[in-house]
């Protein structure tokens, strides 16, 4: 039985539902949800910048419940390539760029943040639905709309099929990294030179680059 919490507002989703797996305030799996965050959190240690309308939300549950093919390092693409599956369902043209943000076309739209807590993994998750500043799904969802699709998203991520389904699906479009880049070790690289290895991590010049989230 999922533990299901929404509200209006609140700091950030993940913060909140760390909070309460320490202090065993409730079962797992859980998810939380609102629709307005003031302290938001986004990669690298980044604040999640606020829009007319998103989504966002965090869900818990416990590791063991993983595939056991899936390598740890790279959940965030397993987390990602799910949810966008799930939007291509809705009729959302994305995709996952490298290793946990959501784009349409050249616009990123979202992304995914997954951390592990003791024997929980906790997903945060933010897509823009409206925005007058950020590229967005433009989807007018109001707040029991949003309910509904949190439900029905993570009701879908539940299913759990193994890394190697996902990794097959997933190397087939990660050309589309190609025109983009990423820093690493104070470089600037270009997908274009990297290769996809069976574990999600990028081979760059016989280096090893695991999910830099």
């Not at 929404?6 to 797992?28: M, N, P, R």
């Amino acid at each position: 039985m999922l533990n299901f919490f929404y509200f209006s507002q609140i700091d950030s989703t993940q913060d909140w539902l760390i909070g309460q797996i320490k202090k065993e305030s409730f079962t797992l799996p859980a998810c939380v949800g609102s629709d307005q965050q003031t302290k938001g959190r986004g990669s690298r240690q980044n604040v999640w910048d606020n829009v007319e309308n998103a989504l966002m939300f965090s869900f818990a549950f416990e590791e063991i419940g993983l595939p056991n093919d899936l390598p740890r390092q790279s959940i965030s693409i397993y987390v990602g390539f799910l949810l966008k599956e799930w939007l291509l369902k809705l009729g959302c043209n994305v995709w996952l760029k490298w290793p946990n943000d959501l784009y349409q076309g050249r616009s990123k739209i979202g992304g995914i943040l997954t951390q592990k807590v003791g024997k929980y993994i906790v997903c945060g998750i933010g897509l823009n639905l409206v925005s007058s500043t950020y590229s967005a799904l433009n989807l007018k969802w109001d707040s029991e709309i949003k309910k509904a699709k949190i439900l029905e998203f993570v009701e879908f991520f539940f299913k759990f099929p193994t890394w190697a389904y996902i990794f097959q699906n997933y190397k087939l479009e990660f050309q589309k990294n190609f025109d983009f880049t990423f820093h690493f070790e104070n470089k600037e690289i270009c997908f274009s030179h990297t290769s996809l290895c069976d574990d999600g991590s990028l081979l760059w010049e016989n280096q090893r680059i695991y999910s830099l989230r």
